[in-house]
């Protein structure tokens, strides 16, 4: 599978996945969470739609000019958001405040994606 098929379909499931959470956070979570553990839920939701629309942006890049540094975007994107958004759902529905040390090592592979992303696109030809 090339990189355009992989990280579309990563960026895909991370979107549909997404999608499911906010609506989890939404409609089951409003209750159950204090409004301020239902904030961090919701952020984990957004940076995990943002970064599945991006990976979408690498794989239609990858289409057209493919490179070693735009797949390194491609997967700093995809451990950034399971890092980060995944380590925010956990300390909003166990409770457990420590998964809040882990967030920052997602954010910085999402900050070093974005860094590659952008030396990938001012460097293609």
Known sequence: MGADRLFGTIGGVLALIGVAGG?????????????????VFETAVRY????ALALIAVALIA??????ILSASGWLFAAGTVIFSGSLYLLTLTGARWWG?????????????????????ATAR
Not at 63 to 68: F, K, N
Not at 106 to 121: E, P
């Open 101 to 121: 040390a882990v967030t920052p090592i997602g954010g910085v592979c999402l900050m070093a994606g974005w860094g590659c992303f952008v030396w990938a696109v």
């Open 48 to 51: 995990q739609m943002y970064h």
């Open 63 to 68: 289409a057209r000019s493919p490179s070693g």
């Open 23 to 39: 609506a989890f956070g939404a409609h089951a979570l409003r209750a159950r969470l204090s409004q301020d553990m239902l904030a």
